[in-house]
């Protein structure tokens, strides 16, 4: 399975961007897909996390309420639409994939990722 995420760029604080994950493969519909970030000189933080069918959810306290993963399987496609953003959302910003279906939070249990996207937040 190969990730291609996009969608990063430069907004203000309070502003809104959606983030997209394109998957290759036949497989993504049964994966558990993540969102993880990672800002400058700070280790990677789960932020998101979506179930194969997309029925669960699961959100790191610093987002919940302001952003929103969902994905479409017919798509092959995984987003996180993230709005109210904060000087401190900056970060890249890195899709994964977990065979296991588990809505596992932690990044060492994912068998895919992307390349991720830069998200920067201005105040």
């Known amino acids: 399975v190969q990730l291609q995420a996009s969608g990063g760029g430069l907004v203000q604080t309070g502003g809104s961007l959606r983030l997209s994950c394109v998957a290759s493969?036949?497989?993504?519909?049964?994966?558990?897909m993540g969102w993880f970030r990672q800002a400058p000189g700070k280790e990677r933080e789960f932020v998101a996390v979506?179930?194969?069918?997309?029925?669960?959810?699961d959100y790191a306290d610093s987002v919940k309420g302001r952003f929103t993963i969902s994905r479409d399987n017919a798509k092959n496609t995984v987003y996180l639409q993230m709005s109210s953003l904060k000087p401190e959302d900056t970060a890249v910003y890195y899709c994964?994939?977990?065979?296991?279906?588990?809505?596992?939070?932690?990044?060492?249990?994912?068998?895919?990722w992307g390349q991720g996207t830069l998200v920067t937040v201005s105040s």
């Open positions: 979506i179930n194969w069918s997309g029925d669960r959810t």
């Open positions: 994964a994939a977990d065979r296991s279906r588990s809505m596992t939070t932690r990044g060492g249990d994912y068998h895919y």
């Open positions: 493969g036949r497989s993504f519909s049964i994966y558990g």
